[in-house]
């Protein structure tokens, strides 16, 4: 059976996420056995959570990035030798 | 905005052959995840512009070299991962020790049993001031660490396209992660999240 830091360990390094059917199992059970083990869970995937929150919100500045996407494009119809300076700012 | 699998049959040769429409697509479904992921590897949003700008660039002009070997996907953020390291010379290697494993240790005792445990912080953690402290904490992580992390958990790349963009090994970017994960944990801890 799995220890709290063992199982703590599997979980924080994505060790679980490729594991095989038995690893995952003794996870699963130990999961299920164990609060503090549960509320280590809960806290990783809430840091997950409010990354994804952090840097998912909308850039400071969209214009600037639609602008740049525009350039970018704009780029993609010049062929090589013309393309030099056409995305400075 | 979602940045949805380029699933042409033809993709490779049409990047090759710097087919304009194809390579708009690219553009426009990676732009705004490389420019989020300069963001999260701690770049201020005019250095992430510049960062995403300059990796596009490269990729328009070495498209003909795409072999396929890799997703367009992988391939636009190794080219970021490298202008990344450029940018920012003192990208160190992440180290063999590190203070978070001595501080993990701590948390168990000799039987592997948690020795103090907090009460659930999922209220506190999805507060909206949290994401200021998030911020705070991700300042704190060694750089590496940091963008394994972003790529993971906010870019939800998989481990193999993790491992081809930072050119390390699965069990490096284990380590990393690890390392990450807990140390943001640690942080949040002691600014009072979890406890």
């Known amino acids: ?89 | 905005m979602t940045s949805a699998p380029l699933e042409d049959p033809e993709l490779v040769t049409k990047v090759r052959a710097r087919d304009p429409e194809t390579l708009e697509r690219i553009v426009r479904a990676y732009l705004r995840q490389i420019e989020r992921a300069g963001r999260g590897a701690g770049l201020n949003a005019h250095q992430a512009e510049e960062l995403a700008q300059a990796t596009f660039v490269t990729f328009i002009e070495t498209a003909p070299r795409f072999e396929g070997r890799s997703k367009v996907r992988t391939w636009i953020f190794g080219i970021f991962f490298r202008k990344l390291q450029e940018a920012r010379r003192g990208f160190a290697k992440d180290r063999k020790l590190d203070d978070i494993d001595d501080v993990f240790e701590s948390r168990f005792d000799d039987g592997g049993h948690w020795i103090a445990q907090s009460s659930s912080p999922t209220t506190d953690l999805d507060s909206k001031e949290i994401l200021r402290e998030i911020d705070d904490c991700l300042d704190s992580t060694p750089e590496r660490q940091r963008l394994a992390f972003i790529l993971r958990e906010v870019e939800q790349l998989e481990t193999e396209e993790i491992c081809n963009i930072m050119g390390i090994t699965a069990t490096n970017l284990g380590v990393m992660l690890f390392r990450a994960r807990n140390r943001l944990r640690e942080c949040l801890e002691s600014k009072g999240y979890e406890r």
Do not use: F, N
């Open chain 1, 1 to 89: 059976m799995l220890s709290c830091k063992e199982y703590a360990t599997a979980l924080s390094s994505g060790e679980l996420e490729g594991a095989g059917l038995a690893r995952r199992l003794a996870a699963a059970y130990h999961w299920a056995i164990c609060k503090y083990c549960r509320a280590y869970t809960r806290q990783l995937r809430a840091i997950g959570r409010g990354a994804r929150r952090l840097l998912r919100r909308e850039p400071s500045d969209p214009e600037a990035l639609a602008r740049l996407e525009r350039q970018l494009v704009e780029r993609c119809s010049t062929s090589p030798g013309q393309a030099e300076d056409s995305t400075t700012p």
